[in-house]
T-cell receptor, first 116, second 115 residues
């Protein structure tokens, strides 16, 4: 089945530690990829997106993600996390063009807790 | 510019009751959708609409109805509430009717509890 997998459901880090959250998708072909963040009590906000071009994408708040087509992966990274990065992170994929449904498929999310 | 507005923010229903979750956007977006968010399951698409008068089912449509009589509004109706529908519901919109190649704009959510 077509899906988006986020392998880490809960991650706990100390401030200044490096972060990498995994995301794998099962679609073949060209896809659009997104990372969204949900801070406690708030709605989802876009962190970054990949459509084409440079596979290393930079987003807001120092986040970046690397698209590796051969691995069907779009991992999120940040060199040094802050307490304010505590949130839930969702990877999302827009299926290829031949999938005529206009859907954004989300992963199950990763809850990040950053300890001061 | 209010963006995507959802009402109510909180709602408690008894099993079997019906209600409508409201969603309105003022950005003239063609595409609107409803998601439910449950712990460990991420966001799952309930219904979506690519324009006024056009709706389609998402992953988990059972127990929900939608309509899109105007570009601005996309209400979600629970026909006969069940405890399994306890969740947080998010409405989202997107500027183009086609593939999602720009960010979705999310509302602030409605937390629904069915007892």
């Amino acid at each position: 089945a077509q899906s988006v997998s986020q392998h880490n459901h809960h991650v706990i880090l100390s401030e200044a530690a490096s972060l990498e959250l995994g995301c794998n998708y099962s679609y073949g072909g060209t896809v659009n990829l997104f990372w969204y963040v949900q801070y406690p009590g708030q709605h989802l906000q876009l962190l970054l997106k990949y459509f084409s071009g440079d596979p290393l994408v930079k987003g807001i708040k120092g986040f970046e993600a690397e698209f590796i087509k051969s691995k069907f992966s779009f991992n999120l990274r940040k060199p040094s996390v802050q307490w304010s990065d505590t949130a839930e992170y969702f990877c999302a994929v827009n299926p290829p063009w031949w999938d005529s449904s206009y859907k954004l498929i989300f992963g199950s999310g990763t809850r990040l807790l950053v300890r001061p | 510019n209010a963006g995507v507005t959802q009402t109510p923010k909180f709602q408690v229903l008894k099993t079997g009751q019906s209600m409508t979750l409201q969603c309105a956007q003022d950005m003239n977006h063609e595409y609107m959708s409803w998601y439910r968010q449950d712990p460990g399951m991420g966001l799952r698409l309930i219904h979506y609409s690519v324009g006024a008068g056009i709706t389609d089912q998402g992953e988990v449509p059972n127990g929900y109805n939608v309509s899109r009589s105007t570009t601005e509004d996309f209400p979600l109706r629970l026909l006969s509430a069940a405890p399994s529908q306890t969740s947080v519901y998010f409405c989202a919109s997107h500027r183009a009717p086609g593939r999602i190649n720009s960010p979705l704009h999310f509302g602030n959510g409605t937390r629904l509890t069915v007892t």
